[in-house]
């Protein structure tokens, strides 16, 4: 599976922007989905998840409420919708792939085999 990132730019704060997330391959939509983000000098920290099926999203504290995560499986695209943005969500945000249809633990790094290149979000004060 190859992921693609895109989306990314700069917006000022409470501005909106949607990344997507395009992966290649037949087994998508078995696979849960999840988004990460890494600031500089940071480390590379959990944003949101979403089931193979679309039907459980899971989001961190700090962006709940002001990020959707989404899925379209006939297209193979995984989106996130971050609205109210603030100068904290910038960062390099990174989707990932986790083929394991057994369980799901959405923040787990370790359970994401596959990562797309990332796309910079800049968000200006």
């Known amino acids: 599976v190859q992921l693609q990132a895109s989306g990314g730019g700069l917006v000022q704060a409470g501005g909106s922007l949607r990344l997507s997330c395009a992966a290649s391959?037949?087994?998508?939509?078995?696979?849960?989905m999840g988004w990460f983000r890494q600031a500089p000098g940071k480390e590379r920290e959990f944003v949101a998840a979403?089931?193979?099926?679309?039907?459980?999203?899971y989001y961190a504290d700090s962006v709940k409420g002001r990020f959707t995560i989404s899925r379209d499986n006939a297209k193979n695209t995984v989106y996130l919708q971050m609205n109210s943005l603030k100068p904290e969500d910038t960062a390099v945000y990174y989707c990932?792939?986790?083929?394991?249809?057994?369980?799901?633990?959405?923040?787990?790094?370790?359970?994401?085999?596959?990562w797309g290149q990332g796309t910079l979000v800049t968000v200006s004060s």
């Open positions: 391959g037949r087994t998508f939509s078995s696979y849960a």
């Open positions: 979403i089931s193979w099926s679309g039907g459980s999203t």
């Open positions: 990932a792939a986790d083929p394991d249809g057994s369980s799901w633990s959405p923040t787990l790094e370790e359970k994401y085999d596959y």
